[in-house]
C-alpha cells in the first residue's frame, strides 16, 4: 500500500521485520513479497503477514513448538513494532 503521513507502508514493514526476525532468531531471511491476500490487500495501514516457520518442516516445527523460542520471537515482533512507531510517529 502507499506510504502513510509518517512514510510507512507495509513493504517497509515487511522487511523491517523479516530482517530483525532472521537476525535475532538465527533464521535465513526469505525477504519480503506482495501477496493477494484480503488480510493484507485491503487494509488502508501497513499490515504484514509474518512467516516464523513451516509445520511440515520437521526443524521448523520444533522450534515453533519450543517456548522459548515462540518467545523470542514475539519479543522481536515487539521491540521491531515499537521502533517503527519511534521512527515513524503518527502523532497518536
Same mark, same amino acid.
Not at 512514510?7 to 526469505?30: D, E, H, I, P, V
Given at each position: 500500500? !502507499?506510504?502513510?503521513?509518517? @512514510? /510507512?507502508?507495509?513493504?517497509? *514493514?515487511?522487511?523491517? /521485520?523479516? !530482517?530483525? *526476525?532472521?537476525?535475532?532468531? @538465527?533464521?535465513?531471511?526469505?525477504?519480503?513479497?506482495?501477496?493477494?491476500?484480503?488480510?493484507?490487500?485491503?487494509?488502508t495501514v501497513p499490515a504484514v503477514l509474518i512467516e516464523l516457520g513451516f509445520l511440515t518442516n520437521t526443524s521448523d516445527l520444533n522450534k515453533l513448538t519450543n517456548a522459548s523460542y515462540q518467545k523470542k520471537a514475539a519479543e522481536t515482533i515487539y521491540n521491531t513494532v515499537a521502533e517503527i512507531f519511534k521512527t515513524y510517529p503518527m502523532g497518536r
Open positions: 500500500n !502507499k506510504k502513510n503521513a509518517a @512514510g /510507512l507502508n507495509s513493504y517497509l *514493514l515487511a522487511t523491517t /521485520l523479516a !530482517k530483525n *526476525l532472521s537476525q535475532t532468531m @538465527g533464521t535465513k531471511n526469505r525477504g519480503a513479497s506482495s501477496s493477494e491476500f484480503v488480510v493484507v490487500k485491503y487494509n
